[in-house]
C-alpha cells in the first residue's frame, strides 16, 4: 500500500512541531534511548513563552535542551518516571522531579491515573511497507501514552534499531497527527562498566545458584555486569531471557550460545523485553532480530508472566540493605539515585516462580574520600531513604563474603545471615547494633 500522500500530508518541521505547545500543557517526551531529539531543540526556543507546562520521560540519557534554556524552571516542570545520570543531578538540584512508580504498572497510570498528554513525542524508525514507525527498542508504555495524547508525533531516524517479535511495539501511520523528518543523531550508547575484583566476587556466588534452562533477569550495573561474564564462562546452558531492560550482558551470552530459550514455559525460544540501552553493538543486535520479543512493560514485569516461568532468576543490584532485609536502590537519605523501576516486580515474580530465585547483590561496604569505611549492610536504613524491597520480600542475598537465602528467616535468623556476609571490619559494630535492637541472640556469640 502506497502512505506516501499520508505521510506528505503529515510532514512537519520540528519547530512548527514546537508552536503545537499551549501553555498549561503536559508534553510527553517517550523513554531511553528514543527520547525527541530535533523537536526538543525546538521546543527549547519556545519554552520561554510559554508557562505551566508539565515535561515528562524516563531513563534519560542526555540533559534536554529546554532546562538549558529555562535555567531557573519558570516556564516548565520536569517529571522522571527514573532518573539516571544526568538527570540525577537535576533531580537532587531541585530542577527535575522524580515520579515513584510500580514498573509493571506504568501503562495503566496513562490509561487511569494521571493526565494525558497533550502532545506525545518519540523518535521511531522510518515508516515500514505497512505503513507503521517502530518503537520497539523503548516499548515500555508507549503505546498507552500514544492511547491517551491529543496530539501524536513522530520524530523520524534511521538509525532507531527496529525491535520486533512482540506486541505494541509500533504505532500506524493512521494514529499519527504528525511527522518530523529527523536529523538521524546516532542512538545514546551507555559504556559498558567495568567490573572490578569483588563484583566478579559476588558474581561468582550468584553463579553456582543458577541452573541450565533457567529464565534471566539482569539489571544494569557493574554488579550485573560481572555476573553476566560469569555466565559467559560457566557450562549453564539452554538460558532464557524474560527482562524489563536488555543490557550488553545478554548480548554476550546469545552469541556464546548459552541464552536459547529452548525451556521456557513461555514465549519459547523468545528474549523477551521491555526496552533497552547500552551499546552500538547491543542496538545493531537488536534490529530486525526476529529473536527478540519488543513488549510493554506490564507484559514483561507482569506477575503472571514471570511466575509462570520455572526457575525464574531475577539479578539486581542494591544500595543498602538493613538487618531486616529491607532493599533500598533508589536513595541514599534523601539524595534521589535512580529510581524503584521494576526490582520490585522481579522479586515478586521471582519469589513465586518454581525454582525461582531473586538475588539482591552489593558489595559489603565502601570507602569515601577521607578513607573511612561504611558498610552497606546497616542496622536500619537512613532516614529518608526509600525502600525498593520490602523485608518481607528479599530471597537471596550476595556481597563479595557470600551469599545467604532470607527466606522465611526471623530476625535473629537472618541478622545472623547478614551480618556474616558483611565486611570483617563492621561486623562487631553490627552485632552491638542488633543487640539493641533486640535481634541478636547471645548464643549467636
Same mark, same amino acid.
Given at each position: 500500500m502506497d502512505f506516501s500522500k499520508q505521510y506528505k500530508e503529515k510532514l512537519i518541521s520540528a519547530e512548527d512541531?514546537?508552536?503545537?505547545?499551549?501553555?498549561?500543557?503536559? @508534553?510527553?517526551?517517550?523513554?531511553?534511548?528514543?527520547?525527541?531529539?530535533?523537536?526538543?531543540?525546538?521546543?527549547?526556543?519556545?519554552?520561554? +513563552?510559554?508557562?505551566?507546562?508539565? @515535561?515528562?520521560?524516563?531513563?534519560?540519557l542526555e540533559q534536554f535542551k529546554i532546562f538549558d534554556a529555562d535555567p531557573n524552571n519558570e516556564h516548565f516542570v520536569y517529571n522522571s518516571w527514573h532518573s539516571l545520570g544526568i538527570l540525577r543531578k537535576?533531580?537532587?538540584?531541585?530542577?527535575?522531579?522524580?515520579?515513584?512508580?510500580?514498573? !509493571?504498572e506504568l501503562p495503566n497510570y496513562y490509561?487511569?491515573?494521571?493526565?494525558?498528554?497533550?502532545?506525545?513525542?518519540?523518535?521511531?524508525?522510518?515508516?515500514?511497507?505497512?505503513?507503521?514507525?517502530?518503537?520497539?527498542?523503548?516499548?515500555?508504555?508507549?503505546h498507552a501514552a500514544?492511547?491517551?495524547?491529543?496530539? @501524536?508525533?513522530?520524530?523520524?531516524?534511521?538509525? @532507531?534499531?527496529?525491535?520486533?517479535?512482540?506486541f505494541e511495539n509500533y504505532i500506524n501511520i493512521k494514529d499519527v497527527d504528525y511527522i518530523i523528518e529527523g536529523s538521524n543523531p546516532a542512538m545514546k550508547t551507555i559504556p559498558q562498566p567495568t567490573p572490578n575484583e569483588l563484583d566478579k566476587k559476588v558474581a561468582k556466588f550468584v553463579v553456582d545458584e543458577l541452573v541450565d534452562g533457567a529464565t534471566l533477569q539482569i539489571g544494569i550495573g557493574g554488579l550485573p555486569t560481572a555476573i553476566g561474564n560469569e555466565i559467559a564462562k560457566s557450562d549453564l546452558k539452554d538460558l532464557g531471557v524474560h527482562t524489563e531492560m536488555y543490557v550488553d550482558s545478554f548480548v554476550e551470552l546469545s552469541k556464546a550460545g548459552i541464552i536459547t530459550g529452548n525451556k521456557k514455559n513461555i514465549d519459547r525460544g523468545r528474549q523477551v523485553y521491555a526496552f533497552a540501552a547500552g551499546s552500538q553493538e547491543l542496538y545493531d543486535?537488536?534490529? +530486525?532480530?526476529?529473536?527478540?520479543?519488543?513488549?510493554?512493560?506490564?507484559?514483561? +514485569? /507482569?506477575?503472571?508472566?514471570?511466575?509462570?516461568?520455572?526457575n525464574f532468576m531475577s539479578i539486581n543490584s542494591a544500595l543498602e540493605i538493613d538487618l531486616n532485609g529491607m532493599v533500598s536502590a533508589e536513595s541514599s537519605g534523601t539524595k534521589h539515585i535512580s529510581g524503584s523501576g521494576g526490582a520490585l516486580d522481579f522479586m515478586l515474580g521471582a519469589?513465586?516462580?518454581? /525454582?525461582?530465585?531473586?538475588?539482591?547483590?552489593?558489595? !559489603?561496604s565502601r570507602v569515601d574520600k577521607e578513607g573511612k569505611r561504611h558498610s552497606n549492610i546497616v542496622p536500619t536504613l537512613k532516614l529518608g531513604t526509600q525502600p525498593t524491597g520490602t523485608r518481607a520480600n528479599t530471597h537471596y542475598v550476595a556481597t563479595e563474603y557470600g551469599i545467604v537465602n532470607l527466606k522465611g528467616q526471623s530476625l535473629w535468623e537472618r541478622t545472623e545471615k547478614l551480618i556474616s556476609i558483611a565486611h570483617p571490619d563492621v561486623?562487631?559494630?553490627?552485632?552491638?547494633?542488633a543487640e539493641k535492637m533486640k535481634i541478636w541472640r547471645k548464643s549467636n556469640k
Open positions: 512541531a514546537a508552536k503545537l505547545v499551549k501553555d498549561g500543557d503536559v @508534553v510527553d517526551y517517550s523513554w531511553g534511548v528514543i527520547t525527541p531529539h530535533d523537536f526538543d531543540e525546538a521546543f527549547a526556543k519556545e519554552i520561554t +513563552n510559554l508557562n505551566d507546562i508539565v @515535561v515528562r520521560a524516563g531513563v534519560e537535576l533531580v537532587n538540584a531541585g530542577r527535575a522531579f522524580y515520579a515513584p512508580i510500580k514498573y !509493571s490509561r487511569t491515573s494521571i493526565r494525558k498528554s497533550n502532545v506525545f513525542i518519540t523518535q521511531a524508525t522510518p515508516i515500514d511497507d505497512h505503513g507503521n514507525f517502530n518503537f520497539g527498542i523503548s516499548a515500555s508504555h508507549l500514544i492511547e491517551n495524547s491529543d496530539v @501524536v508525533i513522530v520524530e523520524v531516524n534511521k538509525n @532507531v534499531p527496529r525491535g520486533l517479535g512482540g543486535y537488536i534490529d +530486525n532480530n526476529e529473536e527478540l520479543m519488543a513488549a510493554p512493560v506490564d507484559y514483561c +514485569n /507482569g506477575m503472571k508472566q514471570i511466575s509462570a516461568l520455572d519469589y513465586n516462580s518454581k /525454582g525461582g530465585k531473586s538475588f539482591v547483590t552489593l558489595l !559489603s561486623r562487631d559494630e553490627l552485632i552491638k547494633e
